[in-house]
């Protein structure tokens, strides 16, 4: 047989932050904590694409009581790593979420300024409840003050991939939580 070099996304990689197992266990725990809090509620997970998607599909598994999904898509405009603030949205919801508690379910929040008006936008229409569950916090750069109910793990100021999220819409597909090597969006390696 031919040997083919081929290219692997985890050679992109210069450090596991969070395994699979450690993200499995924890997102169970999530899910039992979202069950205990909603039993008897009939919550709608609504969940931002496309870096929640792969959490969305693993903590609504974790959750063993009638729950309903929507998915709504957003941009920030802005390149590269930073986030902007400025929201523009691409996919609305497709349900309307009047009278209903919401779940946000979140990959991320860095400066929070993409929440911060997102969840402005939802309590426009009419939910009887709001809380937010994200996977990652990255509290070092926040610059609005988000109420977070559920977090699954608290982490250093570093450019995260994997486990749903993206940087230039690859490796989103890793089964891990890593950090992509500065030298791939041409920042310098950070000093040891
Ligand atoms: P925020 O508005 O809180 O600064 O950023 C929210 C969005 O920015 C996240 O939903 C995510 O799409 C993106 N983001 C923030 N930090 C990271 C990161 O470390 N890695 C990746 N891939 N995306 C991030």
Same mark, same amino acid.
């Given at each position: 047989? $031919?040997?083919?070099?081929? $290219?692997? !996304?985890?050679?992109?990689?210069?450090?596991?932050?969070?395994?699979?197992?450690? !993200?499995?266990?924890?997102?169970?725990?999530?899910?039992?904590?979202? &069950?205990?809090?909603?039993?008897?509620?009939? /919550?709608?997970? %609504?969940? *931002?694409?496309?870096?929640?998607?792969?959490?969305?599909?693993?903590?609504?598994?974790?959750?063993?009581? /009638? %729950?309903? #999904?929507?998915?709504?898509?957003?941009?920030?405009? +802005?390149? +590269? $790593?930073?986030?902007?603030?400025? &929201?523009?949205?691409?996919?609305?919801?497709?349900?309307? #979420?009047? +009278?209903?508690? &919401?779940? *946000? %379910?979140?990959?991320?929040?860095? $400066?929070?300024?993409?929440?911060?008006?997102?969840?402005?936008?939802?309590?426009?229409?009419? /939910?009887?409840? *709001?809380?937010?569950?994200?996977?990652?916090?990255?509290?070092?750069?926040?610059?609005?003050? !988000?109420? #977070?109910?559920? *977090?699954?793990?608290?982490? /250093?100021?570093?450019?995260?991939?994997? =486990?749903?999220?993206? =940087?230039?819409?690859?490796?989103?597909?890793?089964? =891990?939580?890593?950090?992509l090597k500065p030298s791939?969006?041409?920042?310098?390696?950070?000093?040891?």
């Amino acid at each position: 047989m $031919t040997d083919v070099a081929t $290219t692997s !996304i985890h050679d992109d990689v210069s450090e596991i932050l969070l395994g699979e197992e450690e !993200i499995r266990q924890r997102v169970g725990e999530l899910g039992r904590e979202l &069950v205990e809090r909603y039993a008897d509620r009939d /919550p709608v997970l %609504v969940s *931002v694409l496309k870096g929640s998607l792969v959490f969305l599909a693993d903590l609504m598994r974790s959750m063993e009581m /009638p %729950v309903s #999904i929507d998915l709504m898509e957003v941009s920030s405009y +802005g390149a +590269g $790593t930073e986030s902007s603030g400025q &929201v523009r949205i691409i996919k609305d919801l497709s349900q309307p #979420i009047e +009278g209903r508690h &919401v779940i *946000v %379910v979140e990959d991320i929040i860095d $400066t929070g300024l993409t929440l911060n008006y997102l969840l402005k936008y939802l309590a426009d229409k009419g /939910p009887a409840s *709001v809380s937010i569950v994200c996977l990652l916090d990255k509290p070092a750069r926040r610059l609005a003050e !988000i109420p #977070i109910d559920h *977090v699954g793990f608290t982490i /250093p100021d570093r450019f995260v991939i994997g =486990y749903g999220l993206d =940087y230039d819409e690859r490796y989103r597909n890793l089964p =891990y939580v890593g950090v992509l090597k500065p030298s791939v969006y041409g920042g310098a390696e950070p000093v040891e």
